[in-house]
């Protein structure tokens, strides 16, 4: 069974590794010099950020959500968990606290574009360019609320 809990500062290194092995799996679409550029970004900001952290049964993190209002800013699942429904389980909770969530996927990432239009996201809008400026397209998604 998946437990979601927040997010506390002794989660940070995990939340690293869950994020390595998530791009490692589903990012290949970067190109070295940008995966160690955002990766350098992410250590210094990502495990400071307040976020909801799924739980396996043994209480171990296997995925992680950042949400910013009615946004979704980040969701990464370990590799090893993918498929599991950790992903659907940090969704349904962010759309029970917010039934009209947005989020952005990058184009590339074919796998998670199915992923939110498999739960009822829809395609709204696309931007050429990723938030920091990289030529790596993104889709923007809306679930709204039956």
């Keep these: 069974m998946i437990r979601i809990r927040t997010s506390t500062p ?8 869950i994020w390595r092995s998530a791009v490692d799996a589903t990012h290949g679409f970067l190109s070295a010099q940008d995966r160690h550029d955002i990766e350098v970004e992410v250590t210094t900001f990502l495990p400071s950020l307040p976020m909801w952290l799924a739980l396996d049964d043994e209480g171990r993190a296997t995925g992680f959500m950042v949400l910013s209002e009615g946004h979704m800013e980040a969701l990464f699942i370990d590799a090893a968990a993918r498929g599991s429904g950790v992903g659907r389980a940090l969704v349904a909770h962010a759309l029970g606290l917010h039934p009209n969530m947005t989020t952005d996927v990058n184009e590339q990432n074919a796998q998670a574009v199915g992923f939110y239009e498999r739960l009822g996201f829809r395609r709204v809008g696309r931007s050429e360019l990723d ?6 397209p993104l889709i923007h998604l809306r679930h709204t609320a039956a």
Aim: no cysteine.
């Design 131 to 136: 938030g920091q400026g990289r030529p790596y």
């Design 10 to 17: 002794a989660d940070g290194p995990r939340i690293l590794e």
